[in-house]
Nanobody
Framework: QVQLVESGGGSVQAGGSLRLSCVVSGYGYSEYCMAWLRQAPGKQREGVATITTFGSTTYADSVKGRFTISRDNAKNTLYLQMNSLKPEDSAMYYC??????????????????WGQGTQVTVSS
């Protein structure tokens, strides 16, 4: 059974930092795309950052220079370091995985497994 479990969300003031984690278990692929996506109330879900098994990354323009995605393949864990947070970063953040690592980008919308989400709230 595949499970993705996120943690690390919370409430911070603008300018603060948070680090999200996502532990993946039971996933049978050795090479795959891992991603963070977010959805705020009344808005479409958007890709925030992606990373392949080989370490290739992509970022949404809105988070470039502030967020860093990383992964520990030995621990099957995905991270998102979020610095200089803004109120517009407030959303539910989801991690997701998909075997199509060759199509790993923030524009990708289809993932075969998702986590339950972790809430990030940034106050001004």
């Amino acid at each position: 059974q595949v499970q993705l479990v996120e943690s690390g969300g919370g409430s911070v003031q603008a300018g603060g930092s948070l680090r999200l984690s996502c532990v993946v278990s039971g996933y049978g692929y050795s090479e795959y795309c891992m991603a963070w996506l977010r959805q705020a109330p009344g808005k479409q879900r958007e890709g925030v950052a992606t990373i392949t098994t080989f370490g290739s990354t992509t970022y949404a323009d809105s988070v470039k220079g502030r967020f860093t995605i990383s992964r520990d393949n030995a621990k099957n864990t995905l991270y998102l370091q979020m610095n200089s947070l803004k109120p517009e970063d407030s959303a539910m953040y989801y991690c997701a995985v998909d075997p199509a690592y060759w199509a790993c980008s923030t524009g990708k919308s289809g993932y075969n497994y998702w986590g339950q989400g972790t809430q990030v709230t940034v106050s001004s």
